[in-house]
Every structure is written in C-alpha cells, then in structure tokens.
C-alpha cells in the first residue's frame, strides 16, 4: 500500500460526521424555505383580499357591507376566518359621492392564519391599505 492511502475500514466514521455536520444546515434551509414561501402566501392573501374590497366599496353602488363580504370571500378562500377591515370613510353607501378618494385596510393576526408555525411572523399583524376612488 502506498504512503498517504487508507485504508476501508479507517473512513467509516467520516459519514457519519459528515451528515451529521451537513443535515442540520439542510432541514433549515428546507424548513426556512417553507416559512418564507408561507409568509409571502399570506401577504399575498391580504393584497388580494384588500384590492377586492376596495374595488366593491369604489364601485358606483357599493357600500362598506359589500365591501366586507368580499374581502371575507377572498380570504376564506385562502382558509382566513379571522381579520378586520377599516374603510375611510367610514360610512360609504349609495350615496358616497363619485370621485370620492375610498381608502381599505385590512389586517390580521400572521399567527393565527398561516399555514404552518410561522415563527417569522408569530405575534405579529399584517396589514395592507388599497385606495381607489368611486367611480
């Protein structure tokens, strides 16, 4: 056998310390993947949800209560029960007048409505404003 060389049986620990270095840094770039993927679902679901109350409540009869219902459709479809809705103004009916400047926010609890842990967002609101004008 030349100088330098191993033998067989002297490397068969080195696979196990090399998984045992490398396995953790892989589940949390897996796991850290799914976290990132679940946050920006669920930012994503608020900008929807946001948009189409904003766009109910600028509607040329559309009131807050329109408005509310559609933002709870879009995010029930997203599995989100819980959330709150401000309009600005706060009383538009069917007659808010035309060119009125229709503000939306929409906020909910990141914990309580994603998927999985979360842990980025635990404790933490997401909120997004739309604004649109009545047509």
Do not use: H
Request: proline fraction near 4%; charge should be positive.
């Amino acid at each position: 056998m030349k100088k330098g060389t191993c033998k067989p049986e002297s490397r068969s620990g080195t696979a196990a310390v090399e998984a045992a270095i490398t396995l953790p840094l892989l589940l949390v770039l897996v796991f850290g993947s799914i976290e990132a993927s679940n946050a920006i679902f669920l930012k994503q679901s608020i900008t929807i949800a946001a948009y189409e109350a904003a766009k109910a409540a600028s509607s040329p009869n559309g009131t807050d209560q329109f408005a509310t219902v559609r933002c709870a459709e879009a995010l029930a479809v997203r599995d989100i029960t819980s959330f709150n809705v401000t309009f600005s103004p706060s009383n538009i009916d069917i007659n808010t007048a035309r060119g009125t400047r229709i503000s939306v926010t929409v906020t909910i609890d990141a914990s309580s409505a994603a998927l999985g842990p979360l842990w980025v967002f635990s404790g933490k609101n997401l909120t997004k404003k739309v604004e649109m004008v009545r047509l």
